[in-house]
């Protein structure tokens, strides 16, 4: 019998107990920038969805957009500027096709553009899901108009049949690699490139279980190779764990590799990956047991160094509901190539309750290394391609794919660990600060269609802000950057936006310019502004590591704003917070000032209620923030309160103890008693008409029934419905516009009849309900 789910995870236990510290996991973002259309440039066409797939042409100056059905070439300086299109619909035959097969023929019988790369020749390789039959073609971009070339490819392999399954894909040297399903029901998983030989995973469970592909990356291991490597390409994927010995499914994230080299076998795993290799990676969250899920990885790599000190950052989330949790792991390059170099294998051993465990394998290793690319030694022994291999090697591969270390991230704990919005896209962008150190600013998108802006400063995680995108919120489904216009590129369900990498013209002050922390921007002190440090050849103050702004200036002083109030009155200073990490504190006359029933301390200022003469003086609101170094306190607003005389019409008054600009009390009073003699003479007459029986004294129901019945006989409308006219006529005793000064005798008189079905009297007028207002102020 499986152990339960609960108890298979105690192989995953030493993983979390690896982390050295407790992250924060509620890690603020200094600001919070609501949406507003001048935020970003924005393209969204109408009627047309899902910009997902995204290719930068920098050398054309364009940023090529694929939605459903249609492809775009935007401006890369302003994509709110469209340049040329091309629609790439499906025909009628198509769809009605897709519908017989199961499928929504409005959602899924659309062609969603999935594949969008470059080819050497300057065209480009587009595929999509074409209603569930996926097809590739070749676009160009010539004298301002986009085209493509009919060619109508397979897309059989290279493109997802689903325009709603998780998929990814890489072109190197115009042969495109590519990770999806091969068949329509999705059964068919497959790591594939499809020339110059089509070479592809197999079908087994050992290879893919269940995935759900991520990203891919190709890595140029063979520059400056003493071992006369060969380049990798990476896949990043999460399946079902075939290693688990559990009663309920465990999803695990992977890292798999292969040989760019790759021809297949020649008998064994012929056309099959020869170097197909694959391990777990671990992004240990200790609020978990469960291992988080892979989600979307960035490859960065400094151009002045070795292909060994590239990074990956990757995103994960729960695979559980219980956890509202997003993590980023980063990983070095070389710690992922080492395990699969070096590292033993998992090998599957059948047990006697019928089911196969996987264990480490300490048995022989053939001769070359099974996974390994063609290299040097290879080449000695006379192997110079994957189809010179021997059977021994690539049955090996065949049954033990599997790794037995899992990849760890740097420093054996996540980045950032942070509760809210999910994370989906990151990306990562390296900036010089005043200081000359260099840093790695993390771009991450969310589920609510928002980008995180961060930076881990030698192991304290800062978020600098966290920008609304999209409005209303939709996930954020790609993220691309551009070193020629050093501006992000963001695609959702709406549609796509572009933002620079900073705002650095959002800091008002010095002080706010430099706890921003932002190695982006500095301030200025010759102009007075907040200032992109690219953008100056003068030396800009700055503080990222430690958020010191004890060498800004003075700040202006504050204009004081002259408010009134009336005595009994309500009075509300405003007073908004310019950091999400700041905390305000109120000052009357030089005093602090301590919070009563009176005067209440709101998150965006402070309310005086039932004001007094004591009341009066000066108010100071205080912005307190901490930084690494210091405690930094500045005047955000500042108040001259008074008490308002008698045709004053200054400052802001809220919520007067009695108004005089309403009726008067002797008029109310008119109304009122006119409303009364309406009423009476309204209940006359139904009586008089019959739509209202004359009190007679108490009935049963079944009397009241057989009388209406009887009623009925000689009476052209039913008595329930005569009643409809006398309820349509019960209104408010007081009637006029509403001027904050709402009467409620009204609710006391609202039915003066009683409800059908009853047991009372015949219907009672409350007249106690209709006194009069002798007090204005209830008004």
């Not at 629609?87 to 769809?95: A, C, G, H, M, P």
């Not at 006529?729 to 609202?750: A, Q």
């Amino acid at each position: 019998m499986h152990p339960p789910l609960f108890l298979s995870v105690f192989w995953l236990l030493p993983l979390a107990l690896t982390q050295e510290e407790v992250l924060p996991l509620d890690c603020v973002p200094r600001k919070f920038v609501p949406y507003h259309r001048d935020n970003a440039h924005m393209f969204h066409e109408e009627g047309v969805f899902n910009y997902s797939t995204m290719l930068l042409r920098e050398d054309l100056d364009l940023l090529v957009l694929g939605t459903r059905e249609a492809v775009y070439a935007l401006d890369l300086n302003n994509i709110s500027k469209k340049l040329a299109s091309v629609k790439w619909e499906v025909t009628q035959q198509q769809k009605a096709e897709c519908k017989n097969k199961g499928k929504d023929p409005e959602l899924e019988c659309k062609n969603y553009i999935r594949i969008l790369h470059k080819m050497e020749d300057n065209r480009m390789y587009v595929c999509g899901t074409n209603a569930f039959d996926p097809e590739c073609d070749y676009m160009s971009y010539a004298d301002g108009n986009l085209a493509l070339e009919n060619k109508g490819e397979d897309g059989k392999g290279k493109c997802p049949f689903d325009p709603f399954q998780r998929y990814a894909s890489i072109m190197v040297d115009n042969n495109l690699y590519s990770a999806t399903s091969m068949n329509f029901l999705g059964s068919e998983p497959v790591l594939m490139r499809s020339s110059p030989v089509s070479i592809r995973t197999e079908f087994k469970s050992s290879w893919l279980n269940e995935p759900s592909f991520v990203s891919m990356a190709q890595m140029p291991e063979s520059e400056k190779s003493a071992e006369g490597e060969d380049d990798k390409v990476y896949l990043f994927f999460s399946e079902t764990a075939v290693e688990c010995d559990c009663y309920n499914k465990l999803v695990v994230s992977r890292v798999a590799r292969v040989c760019k080299g790759d021809l297949g076998g020649q008998r064994t795993l012929q056309k099959k990956w020869t170097s197909f290799l694959k391990a777990r990676m671990d992004c240990p969250v200790l609020e978990s047991q469960l291992p988080y899920i892979i989600q979307d990885t960035y490859r960065w790599c400094d151009p002045q160094q070795h292909w060994k000190n590239c990074l990956f950052y990757a995103i994960f989330t729960p695979q559980s509901d219980t956890s509202d949790l997003s993590a980023v792991c980063a990983y070095q390059v070389s710690e992922i190539s080492r395990v699969f170099a070096e590292g033993k294998y998992k090998t599957p051993v059948p047990v006697e309750t019928s089911f196969v465990k996987w264990v480490m394998y300490s048995g022989d290793v053939p001769v070359p290394r099974p996974g390994a690319c063609i290299n040097n030694e290879a080449r000695k022994a006379g192997i110079n391609q994957t189809l010179d291999l021997p059977d021994r090697t690539l049955q090996f591969i065949k049954d033990k794919p599997l790794m037995d270390q899992a990849i760890q991230p740097i420093g054996k704990k996540p980045l950032l660990v942070r509760r809210g919005a999910t994370f989906t896209r990151i990306i990562v962008n390296q900036v010089q600060a005043a200081d000359g150190r260099k840093y790695n600013v993390m771009f991450i998108g969310t589920e609510q269609g928002t980008m995180l802006k961060a930076v881990n400063y030698e192991g304290e995680m800062f978020i600098i802000e966290e920008i609304k995108l999209f409005q209303p919120p939709e996930p954020i489904k790609i993220l691309k950057f551009s070193n020629v216009t050093g501006q992000l590129y963001a695609g959702s369900d709406y549609g796509a936006a572009q933002i620079p990498l900073a705002s650095c013209e959002r800091s008002l002050s010095c002080l706010d310019c430099v706890l921003a922390r932002d190695p982006y921007c500095g301030w200025d002190k010759v102009v007075g502004r907040c200032i992109q440090l690219s953008n100056s050849q003068r030396e800009l103050i700055q503080s990222v590591k430690g958020g010191d702004a004890s060498l800004c200036p003075n700040a202006d002083p504050v204009k004081p704003v002259n408010q009134s109030i009336w005595p009994g009155g309500n009075l509300k200073l405003s007073c908004p917070l310019p950091s999400n990490l700041a905390k305000t504190s109120w000052e009357q006359d030089n005093r602090p000032l301590n919070p009563s029933a009176r005067l209440q301390l709101l998150q965006d200022g402070l309310l005086i209620l039932n004001a007094s003469g004591s009341d009066v003086g000066q108010y100071r609101c205080l912005s307190v923030e901490r930084s690494k170094t210091d405690e930094y306190t500045t005047t955000v607003a500042e108040y001259q309160v008074r008490i308002a005389s008698a045709g004053s019409g200054d400052g802001q008054i809220l919520f007067p103890q009695a108004q005089t600009d309403g009726p008067t009390v002797a008029g109310l009073q008119a109304i009122v008693g006119l409303l009364v003699v309406s009423l009476l003479f309204l209940l006359a007459w139904n009586f008089y008409k019959g739509h209202l029986p004359l009190p007679c004294g108490k009935k049963n129901s079944k009397q009241s029934q057989e009388s209406h019945e009887e009623g009925g006989l000689n009476s052209t409308v039913p008595y329930q419905e005569a009643q409809r006219p006398a309820l349509a006529e019960d209104k408010p005793l007081v009637s006029g516009r509403d001027d904050g000064s709402s009467n409620n005798n009204h609710t006391r008189g609202e039915a003066p009849f009683s409800a059908a079905g009853e047991e009372s009297d015949a219907p009672i007028v409350n007249l106690s309900s209709l006194q009069y207002i002798d007090d204005e102020s209830e008004i």
